[in-house]
């Protein structure tokens, strides 16, 4: 290890410490050394440092660094701990710190009380101390879901809504964001109208007022007139507009109109009339373009009227139903990760007991150490400064030394939508600074720009790319510490050539079905020879998804007929799985033949493998009322489906839909079913039996699916945001291609209230204002995961182009 002054600062114990680190400058390092000297100062027992991370396993990283540190403090010779000590001071050390160093270890051992996790962890351990509210629980998914349809049930009688899984989605994005939405949960339809009237500035009035005030002010002879006079020098468009106001049709469907007027993608066609026409008859084409400008205003209003409507419906049913969502989530016993960090809060700041919560904590942390600090949003911060508060209050009955230790890096703030933002970071550190310098303790503030982990070459490659205006916050060009190395990098280009796919395919001859498939075999090539030929080690090798896609998981199937050991990070739960959602919905279809959801998911699963334009279709004629009508064949499967299922165990029914379905899986698809197979084997080796019985079991287990071929020695692969915190000699790329092109969002939020219906709703100025803004902040963000992205690798990139 290389003795760095500015490390060394970081971890001094008795400053309040803010680090501004960029990625590989050892931020995790600094935060054991900083553990350490806390405890060798001996002041704070270890049960008093509460160290904060971002997720759990990061916190198991940090505790597993830590114990190991202890125990080479506690059996190494006496040499090395004098060098170990020099390299975490950075001076010599003193005996009494030498004996301290020495007796860490046994003391954890006497008290292994280590307060290292998540603020979830923490927040959660607070209630079930003092909190009143009766949980047992923690909400998963699946319970949610039957909560949240539950609740949309009991609204809407009318059951044509929840045909519709938007519903079941807009519901459940308001259940996501219940904290923010809290101010409106109580208001009455009208002043829901109110509020949406002022947000889209416009009048929600039924349509047909708008269009009778249209329809009397324009002068259809006149218009007529003009039209026929233009036509001889015009196009199809000028006699189809005018067939429409011929026989009244521009009254019967105003949109189909409106949009003689519009080019294909929806903007108003500029040279509506040719410029000889405009000068041939002048007075006619002034006629008709007037028309045309008055036509399309009422076009836009109407739009934004309709967008506006939609709105102020499904906000007010939305709201209802988020009302019995929470009410019935209280009485079942559950808690879900929001409520955890919002029920701490009013724990700690507003409820009865608030001030003897605080003075108990306050006896129970000196210090704070908060990892990865860019990732926590408001409630976040708001618990730990209410931890925190008095730290700085100068009348603190404690008089031990306390102190706040603040470590991250605005470039790497990658996530948005739990709510954080490099403005809520500085806003932090204002605060503490402020504290800090106010209660005249020591504030020390540190940037750290060498990373220690990639070559020049790599860091010079995404000097290049990420600059202070694309990623939102100053960036300064990354130096390496280390020149041992060099770095190589690697660009492919992606030519897309779509072929029929049933072409004859030359033997022999490597041929792509689609993009994927092309880059999936790149990247298998690329992988083998860096194995072969470069000599990289498997584990050293990691491939990186911006977001989980079908090209994922063609590199998993190739990766696995080809025998490659991978190891796939994140939240990989059996359950996940889009096989695994087909089987477990066709289970519940055969307990609740009624339940359209299950329905609908069984169909258009592997197992019937029906496409969504045929069950749209099915749907659209009433398919759920009426099902005999339609299509016998899979009316006779379905019964005997049920049929079959009657009195078997729910392991012989998951045989049967294995066979069903098995000419269409994949290799992974059967090995994840495989994983699913063996679940119900061990559900009825503990003796127990019934369908939904075993479907609660199996989401309870939470099951992670392990691989026997997962082993250690395996290439990795993760999305971007999973990835944080990690390193490997190599990285690939995969999708580099989407990484700066910005998807446009299906629905906004504005002022409490989520929008849909965004085409419409382009319409109305605020709105593109708001869209506008998103897009910057997204792709601000897309570039900061850029960064984290390339910054993993030590000597490799390779990266996946799109040409
Ligand atoms: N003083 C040092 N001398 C030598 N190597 C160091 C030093 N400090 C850190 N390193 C090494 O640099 C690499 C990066 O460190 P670490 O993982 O702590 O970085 P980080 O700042 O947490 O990175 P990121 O923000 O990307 O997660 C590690 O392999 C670590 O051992």
New binding site residues.
Partial sequence: ??I?KE?IRASDPHACVYVS?S???????ILIDRLVRILILGKSPLKNILCITFTQSAALEVKKRLINKMHLFFQCSYEQLISELFSIFGREPQDWEIDNARRLYTNFLLAPNLKIGTLHSFCLDLLTRFSEKNFKKIINNAEQKRIIICSIYKIISHQSYIKDEEFFLYVKDLVEHSDLITPILNSSFEEHKCELEKMFGIKLLKKRQLLTDFYKNIRVNDIIDAYNIVAKCEGGHISEALRYLQNGGFKKSFAKYAKIFLTKSGEPRKNFLKSATVNLYPDESSIINEHKEEVLKYFAHINALEAGLVNLRLSYLGLKALKLYENQKIAEGFISYADILNDAYELLTQSEISAWVRMIIDQEVDHVLIDEAQDLNTIQWSIIKSITEEFFSGDSARQTERTVFIIG?YK?SIFGFQGAEPEIFKNAYFYYKNATIHSRKKWVEINLNCS??SAQEILDFTNTYISSGLIGCNYEEQKASNKDFSGKIEEVSIGYKKLDTDSWLIPGLVEYRDKNDQIAYIILEKVKEMIMKDHVSAEEIMILFRKRSILQQKIINLFISDNIPIFLYGSNKLEDYLIIKGFVATLKFIIKPHDELSLMSMLKSKIFDLSEESIFEIYTKGFFNNLEKYNKALISELNALIKYAENKSVYDILIFLLLKAQSRLDLFEKKLLLAFLNIARDFEKLGRAGIASFIRWFYDLESIYKDEILRESAVKIMTIHAS??M?SDAVILADFCDITKIVQPKSIWVNYYKLIHLKNLRSIDKINLELESLKYTDSLESTRLLYVAL?RARKYLFICKNE
């Fill in positions: 290890m290389n760095n490390q680190a990625a590989g400058t050892g931020k995790t390092k890096d790497q220690y982990r944080k915190g390193e910054t």
